[in-house]
């Protein structure tokens, strides 16, 4: 891999998505005209996307007066909530577009800093590694947010065709209950409502995986320039205390100091744009897993009860990975103080130990993200969803009568 442009070439794997949803991640160094473009493309998908989730939102209100299966209720409230957190990602990014350009522009600069010091097998073994582990995960993630999409776009189609097969009859299905103000399931309509719902379908899972894949490119370079940290502070004191030369000493010092000030500021910008949405992520996450678990195992139909089972896998991988992350830029950022700690600070003098030690102290204060400072974006974190979501799933499988729904 060329390690002169690692993070340019990772951020292009989200050029067209991003063209498509009207996202940017780079609007600093736009146009005017381009910025007018990308903002009619996201005020279209907006718009496009939410009339969806208003007729599914009336539905499920007419469907809770009107007597519907708990089943059926249930069916549509994962999906209106996973709408509803696409749209609060995608906003996200347009709220805080400048902080988001600073950021990714402060990460090449420390990019080309880095590409200008003297090459080292270490140095690029660390840049190589965590990069491929990087495109892997991105990669997975699109093989399973491809079949989410094409999950729900099949399943209607092949209960249409089974449901012939026995009957006789066509009963025109759609992948979402959702109200119109006509009839949806008139043959002269249902082709273009049946599109309309598969690309808004496809907003919604754009909308979460191009955010959230910006999030681990950011989380996964300030991690690599916290590792490249660590290995300067490691050989920052010489071989011997009568080589020890106090004046080259407070240089790199210095340099190192205000490396580590930057992936600070730059850690700090990355929670002030996703804080917010990570806490509705949380919070909704939970839901989304309990209910989608729900649907799993009540529905008799085995056709959406595969469905819902991607749909639970997405909804899972999507927290995790977000956790993941925020776990590892924390641990790296803590990592600084043990690197300190293993450099040879004891042939230093006194003065020089000292301020080894004040930035050993600081560097144990840990970077990281939170959900808009109620929890930590953290695996402990994960598993305490999880356990929510179990207690949750729990009580509703206990409540719920099948001869009732």
């Not at 916290?226 to 290995?231: E, K, N, V």
């Not at 924390?330 to 043990?338: L, W």
Request: with cysteine.
């Amino acid at each position: 891999m060329d390690t002169q442009s690692a993070l340019n070439n990772v951020l292009k794997k989200l050029n067209f998505i991003y063209l498509v949803l009207g996202l940017s991640y780079d609007s600093a160094n736009a146009t005017r005209k381009a910025k007018l473009k990308q903002h009619f493309i996201y005020v279209l998908n907006f718009f496009w996307l939410n009339s969806d989730v208003l007729g599914a939102i009336w539905w499920f209100v007419n469907g809770a007066l009107n007597g519907k299966s708990f089943v059926q209720l249930t069916y549509v409230a994962p999906c209106v909530t996973f709408s509803l957190f696409a749209n609060i990602r995608a906003y996200t990014l347009i709220h805080y577009e400048a902080y988001v350009s600073e950021l990714i522009n402060s990460l090449r600069s420390l990019e080309e800093v880095e590409n200008a010091r003297k090459r080292t097998m270490e140095r690029d073994e660390i840049i190589v590694k965590d990069v491929k582990f990087l495109n892997a995960v991105i990669n997975i993630s699109n093989i399973l947010n491809f079949g989410l999409i094409a999950t729900f776009f099949m399943s209607p189609l092949i209960l249409i065709v089974v449901k012939y097969l026995k009957t006789n009859q066509w009963d025109l299905l759609l992948p979402f209950l959702i109200i119109y103000p006509f009839d949806s399931h008139d043959i002269r309509y249902w082709p273009f409502v049946y599109l309309h719902q598969l690309w808004s379908e496809s907003i919604v899972v754009l909308n979460i995986c191009s955010t959230d894949y910006l999030l681990y490119i950011c989380c996964v370079f300030i991690r690599i320039q916290f590792r490249l940290l660590q290995y300067d502070f490691t050989r920052i004191v010489g071989k011997a205390s009568v080589d020890f030369d106090n004046e080259a000493f407070t240089r790199e010092l210095v340099k190192l100091v205000k490396w580590h000030q930057e992936l600070i500021r730059l850690s700090a910008i990355l929670d002030t744009v996703y804080a917010k949405s990570t806490l509705f992520n949380f919070v909704a996450s939970s839901i989304l897993l309990c209910l989608t678990g729900f649907n799993v195992m009540a529905m008799e139909d085995k056709t959406l009860a595969c469905t819902f089972l991607v749909f639970l896998s997405a909804s899972l991988l999507q927290i995790f990975f977000v956790c993941f992350f925020g776990d590892l830029l924390m641990k790296s950022s803590t990592d600084v103080s043990y690197a300190i700690y293993e450099s040879k600070w004891y042939l230093a003098n006194s003065s020089a130990e000292n301020n080894l030690h004040i930035v050993q102290i600081r560097a144990q204060k840990p970077c990281k993200l939170t959900a808009f400072g109620f929890a930590d974006v953290n695996l402990r974190s994960f598993m305490s969803i999880l356990s929510t979501a179990w207690s949750y799933f729990a009580l509703l499988k206990t409540l719920y009568n099948p001869n009732k729904a």
